[in-house]
C-alpha cells in the first residue's frame, strides 16, 4: 500500500507543478493531495501539524490566486473589463507557450480595458502591468509551496523504498 500512495503521491505532485504554470490546474490543491498521500504512508516522517500547517498555507495560496489578480486590477486602477480581459488573456496565452502565459494577462487586460472604453490607452497599459505583476507574485508564491511540497513528498518517497 506504501508503494501504491507513493507512486499516486509522485505523480499528484508533479502535476501540481505544472499546475503553477498552467491557469485553470489546480496546482497546490494537487501538490498537497500528493502531500497527504505520503503522510497516510507508514513509515511517514511527516506530523500532524506539519500536516495542518500546510494544509492551512496551500488554502491561503489557493484564497490569494483568486484574491491578487482583482486586487492589482484595482490596485492600478483597472474595471471589470480589464479582469475580463485578463482572464481570457490567461487562458488564451496557455496555448503559446512562456511567452504567451507571461504576457497574455497584460495584452488580455489592455485589450479588456480598450474594449470597456472607460479609460484611456495609457491607463489600460497600467492596468495590463498590474494584471501582469499579480500573475508572477501569485505564480512565485504557488511555485514555492508547490517545491516545498514536492521535496517532502520525493523525501517520505525515498523512505519508503529504501526501508
Known amino acids: 500500500m506504501d508503494i501504491t500512495l507513493s507512486i499516486i503521491a509522485l505523480v499528484l505532485g508533479i502535476i501540481g507543478l505544472v499546475g503553477v504554470f498552467v491557469s485553470g490546474l489546480p496546482g497546490t490543491l494537487f501538490s498537497y493531495a500528493g502531500f497527504l498521500c505520503v503522510y497516510f504512508n ?8 506539519h500536516l495542518i500547517i500546510c494544509g492551512v498555507l496551500s488554502v491561503v495560496v489557493i484564497v ?8 492589482f486590477g484595482k490596485l ?7 479582469m475580463w480581459g485578463a482572464t481570457i488573456g490567461t487562458f488564451i496565452g496557455m496555448f ?26 495609457t491607463q ?3 492596468v495590463g502591468f498590474g494584471s501582469m505583476l499579480a500573475f ?9 509551496m508547490g517545491v516545498y511540497l514536492f521535496y517532502f513528498i520525493v523525501k ?3 523512505l519508503v523504498i529504501f526501508n
Do not use: R
Open 42 to 49: 507508514s513509515n511517514s516522517t511527516i506530523s500532524t501539524l
Open 64 to 71: 490569494l490566486d483568486y484574491i491578487l489578480p482583482g486586487y
Open 76 to 82: 492600478f486602477g483597472g474595471t471589470k473589463y480589464g
Open 96 to 121: 503559446y507557450g512562456i511567452l504567451g502565459i507571461i504576457f497574455g494577462p497584460f495584452i488580455g487586460a489592455v485589450v479588456g480595458e480598450l474594449v470597456g472604453g472607460k479609460i484611456k490607452f
Open 124 to 126: 489600460a497599459l497600467k
Open 136 to 144: 508572477f507574485a501569485t505564480t512565485g508564491i504557488k511555485l514555492v
Open 156 to 158: 517520505e518517497l525515498i
